[in-house]
Structure formats: structure tokens, C-alpha cells
């Protein structure tokens, strides 16, 4: 019987004829051997995709039960290097120059801290271990905690582990075969993921390395021994399923990289992060604080953080201004019908405060600004000559949120969302949505951020229950911020099932001075709200028709976005958002007066200012705004006072020297009206 052979379509165009069966390894040798050595996993796709099933494998990506959920067999997927190729096959060997191959090795990373576990403490039960953006974690069930010396246990087993370079393999039983062994040896975790990710009759998939033995989809690298350079950090509590009524787990995470300089620079890059952790540089910087005694995650703007949200605040309603938007303000609280007729009761419920009983009605604090704005569109007829009507409110808003997931200014209960809606025609819906990009991206760029990410959250249509309005709607909301992403030309990764229930959105992310991502800017296509609340406007043929709706926030939230600006600058802000801009220092007394001129003349110029008359040393002033990250620190003695002049400090910079006080002047404020990041 003649050997069937198969073509496999390399990425430089070249095309290989091969037996079937071959292994993406194999291919690798016959390539390079230093390519077959280099290779972690591999990206293959058939050569016809069908264009309905390469969607479902779309759709699955990102979901919570990726590790879990079966990718069609027709659709573009990694695999394993051992993975017989069987079809004609586009093929990509991927190596450590790629993302995805990372988080390959750290999902094996984390299959060998299993493996560690079981041998160490071999009564513990298994959850799963993802990879993650920065590392991996394992979810486990033990009576005992796990204690810092037990984390050095499993560091120290996970090094023989990897030193014994075990191939991972890649097995299958059938589904029942595999349920009746876990529910014997009590893995109730493994049982649920079979029941909920496989069917009935369904071949399931296990990766065995050395004696271990874990229910997986793949792919893993060829063995532990590529795991390369790996470190258990920290461990948490995490309740089964997320229910606080289910079992608590412990879950450990760790951190893999290609190379022991990489993760060595990843710990760099953690201690810079620590120290330029808001919560710390707050009460450093007194700009905020949460009181305990008034509840979790409601913020305390102290003075010099006020200054700050004031200036932050007073440019996004500048800018709302100049790019025709109105300003408005609606309650904090309204009646819960309300809430139902926009659909919040339903969808939204389990985010929002329980309602209050008033002498009317019940209340509820609102997690959103939109109802509210959709009735002041709603107060007045509106003409297609009125169109596009764009509200805008810097609102305060209020969420439930977990006691365990509130982090400092990040996540919180009440905060304020630069908030705006747009009301329009269909036709006019693609200009809007492009000048709220263009609106984001002059946010980022004001406040000092040169790079940023997009994303494009759609429906998941398998999950019908979650989203509200017709399918044709969605299509059409979709197809519209594609349309106006690409009349930007940005690129942009979409994310299946993340849509808010009333449509679609645009997200933006930026990038931080040390890589890291933040989830701020929104801009999101709404059909629903204004179908619910029966909006209309005449148009130009007389009758009544329904506009939509974009909701926008460019900020996110004050709240979240000052928190982001306090790391990312580690608290030495630019001039222009600096609560206290310049330090006066007079040397001695007698100095006092030609200080308090200096500072009359300064502040007439706009500038903040603190002069520091306290009976202390020069140099223990100086060093006291060096703390408080202040700009510009300005001494006066003798000298200065009789040349009208001053002795210039710059943060970062130190002693500049004398310069004539109306050169400083002309200097501070130029900067000052240009928002510049340097001094």
C-alpha cells in the first residue's frame, strides 16, 4: 500500500511534500537542526480554512475555558512538535522570538509545579494551571496550607523535575473511562472540568510527564527540560468556581521565561513597579486616602490630589467643549424602574448597590450615566438638524464590588466616569465613533503616553442570554467600529464574548513607562438603550425615526486614570499636573520678603507655589520637596534678593545655578502652556 503524502505550506511560500503523519519536529530537522533545537511549539492551519469554523475557533479564543475547550480541528491552532500532520497543512514553527510560544512554556511550567506538588504532598487535589500575561498559577486543594518553606520545597523539586527532562506526551482515554478515575481518587475539580468541557462519548485528552498525569488540551514543549528558567513567587486563596460558599483552594503562581536574564529583568521590573505603586506613593505624596471607618474602595481626594483631579478634570471639559459636546449632571440616585427599563436591572444587578426603599419608590445608586442622559435627550423633540446631540458628565457612579478585588484607586466603589453619549443618525455613526478614537488618542498623548493598544470586544451569538437586541443589530454594530478602526488604520486584536450587553466597543490600552498595559478608554456602538427608552427624531422626510447611541470614556475613570499617572510617573509629575509646581527657599529671614515678591509674581503667572519659612537648615528644605517630587526648587539668599534673580533646582537635574527671575518666569510658563513631560 503506496504512502499517502501531504503538502505543507512553510511561511516563506515554500511547500513541502511529506508522508502523512510527519511531525512538525521532523520538518524542523529536515529544515535546520538548529532550527528543530530552537522550536517550542507550532502553529499549523489548514490550507482551505472553512471560513464558519475558523469563527468558532475565533470565538473560543480568550474565553475563561481556553485551556479547556476543544479548537475545531479545521481552524488555525498551536500544537505540539510530536503532533502528526495529516492534511495539506500551512505550517509555523515558532520559536522564543514569539509571545505565544511563552505562554506555551509557562503553562508546562505549570504542569511541572503539579508534578512537584503531587510528589511533595501527595494527598493534594488538582484544579488547573493556566498560563498567564505575566507567568502561570495552580489552583490546589489541601487541608493543610502550604507555608513559605513548602514553596521552597516545590521550587527546589521543580528544579530535579526539569533537570530530568521528562517529554511530555500526549495521550487519550475515553470520557467515561476518565470520570470514573477521578471521581475514585476524589478529584472533584478534574471531574468537573470532564463533565463541562468534553461530551459524552468524546475521546479526552491527558499530557503525561515522567509518573504525572494531567487532563490538558495542549500544547505543551517537547519536555521539562525546556523550562528553562522558572520561579514560584506568591500564594493566594481562591474559592472553587469562584463561589465563597464552594471549598477555598490555594493557588500558587510562578513565572517562566525563556532565559534566567529574562527572568531576572522581570524581577527588576517588579521592584521598580513596587516602588512606584500608587497606594504607596499616596501617603507618600498625601494625595489620597480610603478610611476604613467610612467603607472599602471610597476614595478621600486630599489637597494636593484635588489640585491634580482639578487639572485633569478642567482639560477634559475644555476639550469636551471645543469638540461640541454639552455639559450635563444627573442624580446619584433614580428610581429602580428606571434601571429595568434600561435593561441594568437584568444584565447588570449582580454590580449594583441593593435598592433603597424611599417614600415613593425604590432607589438605586447608579452604576452608569447613561439612563440619565438618555433622558435629557428624551425632554426635548429632536430634529435630524439636531443630530449628532453629544452629552457629557464627569459623573459619580457606584458598583458592587468583592471585598477581595478592590486594589487602591484601580478598583473601587464610587468613582467618577468622564462619561459622554452621542445621539445620531446611522449614517452619521462611523464620524462619531473616529472622533472618539481621535478624542483617546489625544487624551494618551496629552498625558504622556506614547503607546497603546486596541481591541475590539464582540458577542459571543452561542450565548444569546447574556446581549440584548437582534442579531442584524449586532452585525451591523460590529462591522461599524471595524469600519472606523480601519478608516484610522489602527491595528487591533479582537476579543469574541467581551461586548457589553447593549453592543459592542472599542478598547483602548495603554502602555505604561515600564510595558505594562491599563484597561482605560472606551468608546462602545449602542442600539439597545435607545430601542428600550423609545428615542426618536424626525427626519429630513418628516417621520419619526430611532438613533443611536455611542457611549465613550476616555479616562475610564478620574479615579483609575490618576492611580495609572501616579506609577507611571512614580509620582514626579510634569509641571502642569504637579500639585505644588515650584519650592521657595529663602536662606535666612531676612530673605522672607524678596521670597514672598517672587511668589506674588509666580502665581499672577498661574503657577503653583509653596514658599517654606519654617525656622529650619537651607538644605532640610530642599530636601523636603526633593520628597514631595516638586518640579522646581528656587533659593534665595543675598545674592538673588539684589539681582532679582534665583537659584534654580530642577528635579532629576539638581543645582542649575542663578538665572534672572524673569528668565525662570518666561521658561516655567512656556512649559506650563505646552503641558510638557520634561523640565
Known amino acids: 500500500m503506496s504512502q499517502t503524502n501531504i503538502q505543507v505550506h512553510l511561511p516563506d511560500g515554500a511547500i513541502r511534500e511529506v508522508p502523512a503523519g510527519t511531525t512538525p519536529l521532523e520538518i524542523a530537522q529536515a529544515i535546520s537542526p538548529r532550527l528543530a533545537a530552537a522550536c517550542v511549539v507550532a502553529r499549523i492551519a489548514p490550507v482551505h480554512p472553512d471560513a464558519s469554523q475558523h469563527a468558532a475557533a475565533e470565538a473560543n479564543e480568550g474565553s475563561d475555558a481556553a485551556m479547556y475547550a476543544a479548537t475545531p480541528e479545521h481552524a488555525e491552532r498551536l500544537v505540539d512538535l510530536a503532533t502528526p500532520l495529516t492534511e495539506d497543512t500551512r505550517l509555523t514553527l515558532l520559536t522564543e522570538r514569539d509571545p505565544e510560544a511563552l505562554k506555551v512554556v509557562r503553562h508546562s511550567a505549570a504542569h511541572v509545579m503539579a508534578t512537584a ?8 487535589r488538582l484544579g488547573h494551571g493556566p498560563a498567564t500575561d505575566s507567568g502561570f498559577f495552580y489552583d490546589f486543594y489541601r487541608e493543610k496550607p502550604f507555608t513559605p518553606e513548602d514553596l521552597a520545597a516545590i521550587q527546589a523539586r521543580m528544579a530535579e523535575i526539569i533537570a530530568r527532562d521528562e517529554a511530555f506526551v500526549r495521550e487519550s ?15 472533584f475539580m478534574k471531574t468537573h472540568f470532564v463533565s463541562r468541557f468534553t461530551q459524552p462519548g468524546e475521546a479526552v485528552s491527558f499530557y503525561r ?10 500544547p505543551h514543549v517537547p519536555s521539562t527540560g525546556r523550562v528553562k528558567a522558572v520561579k514560584v513567587t506568591t500564594l493566594a486563596g481562591a474559592y472553587w468556581l469562584g463561589d465563597e460558599k464552594n471549598p477555598q483552594l490555594q493557588r500558587i503562581y510562578g513565572t517562566a521565561f525563556f532565559s534566567q536574564k529574562d527572568l531576572d529583568a522581570h524581577f527588576a521590573r517588579l521592584e521598580e513597579a513596587a516602588k512606584r505603586d500608587h497606594r504607596l506613593l499616596g501617603r507618600q505624596l498625601d494625595l489620597f486616602s480610603i478610611q476604613e471607618v467610612a467603607g472599602s474602595g471610597l476614595i478621600f481626594w486630599h489637597p494636593k490630589g484635588g489640585i491634580i483631579r482639578k487639572v485633569m478634570e478642567d482639560w477634559m471639559r475644555e476639550e469636551c467643549l471645543r469638540r461640541g459636546y454639552s455639559l450635563v449632571y444627573t442624580p446619584h440616585v433614580m428610581r429602580r424602574e428606571l434601571w429595568k427599563i434600561s435593561g441594568h436591572e437584568g444584565f447588570y444587578s449582580g454590580n449594583m ?13 447608579k452604576p452608569m450615566n447613561c439612563p440619565g442622559h438618555i433622558l435629557i435627550y428624551k425632554n426635548s423633540p429632536r430634529s435630524y438638524r439636531d443630530l449628532p446631540v453629544r452629552l457629557a458628565e464627569l459623573g459619580n457612579v457606584y458598583r458592587y464590588e468583592r471585598s477581595g478585588t478592590m486594589h487602591g484607586l484601580l478598583r473601587v466603589r464610587g468613582f467618577t466616569q468622564d462619561d459622554a453619549h452621542i445621539f445620531c443618525t446611522p449614517a452619521q455613526i462611523e464620524d462619531e465613533v473616529v472622533a472618539c478614537i481621535e478624542f483617546a488618542e489625544s487624551v494618551l498623548t496629552t498625558f504622556g503616553f506614547a503607546e497603546f493598544q486596541v481591541e475590539l470586544s464582540t458577542w459571543d451569538e452561542n450565548d444569546r442570554a447574556h446581549y440584548a437586541g437582534s442579531d442584524e443589530n449586532w452585525k451591523l454594530a460590529v462591522n461599524g467600529l471595524r469600519r472606523a478602526l480601519d478608516r484610522k488604520g ?11 450587553f447593549y453592543g459592542p466597543k472599542i478598547d483602548v490600552k495603554l502602555v505604561d513607562v515600564l510595558g505594562r498595559l491599563w484597561q482605560l478608554s472606551t468608546v462602545q456602538f449602542d442600539f439597545n438603550l435607545p430601542a428600550r427608552f423609545e428615542l426618536e427624531y424626525i427626519g429630513e422626510d418628516g417621520a419619526r425615526h430611532q438613533p443611536v447611541m455611542v457611549h465613550r470614556a476616555l479616562f475610564g475613570s478620574v479615579e483609575r486614570f490618576f492611580g495609572v499617572l501616579i506609577e507611571h510617573y512614580a509620582g514626579a509629575f510634569p509641571l502642569w499636573l504637579a500639585p505644588v509646581q515650584i519650592g521657595l527657599v529663602p536662606i535666612a529671614e531676612r530673605h522672607h520678603d524678596y521670597a514672598r515678591q517672587v511668589q506674588a509674581k509666580l502665581e499672577t503667572a498661574g503657577l503653583r507655589v509653596e514658599l517654606d519659612i519654617r525656622n529650619e537648615k537651607m538644605n532640610a528644605k530642599i530636601r ?15 545674592k538673588e534678593a539684589e539681582s532679582q534673580s534665583v537659584s534654580v533646582r530642577t528635579r532629576g537635574k539638581g543645582d542649575q545655578g542663578s538665572m534672572p527671575l524673569a528668565e525662570f518666569l518666561s521658561r516655567s510658563s512656556a512649559l506650563l502652556a505646552s503641558r510638557s513631560t520634561e523640565l
Do not use: W
Request: glycine share 6%.
Open 117 to 124: 506538588v503531587l510528589e511533595l504532598f501527595p494527598e493534594t
Open 173 to 187: 482515554r475515553p470520557r467515561e473511562e476518565a470520570l470514573s478515575e477521578f471521581e475514585r481518587e476524589g478529584e
Open 209 to 218: 510527564n515522567g509518573h504525572f498525569v494531567d487532563f490538558c488540551r495542549g
Open 353 to 365: 448597590y441593593t435598592p433603597m426603599e424611599l417614600d415613593d419608590a425604590e432607589y438605586r445608586l
Open 490 to 500: 489602527i491595528a487591533y486584536k479582537t476579543i469574541p464574548g467581551e461586548a457589553a
Open 624 to 638: 523636603d520637596f526633593a520628597n514631595q517630587k516638586v518640579p522646581y526648587v528656587l533659593v534665595m539668599g543675598d
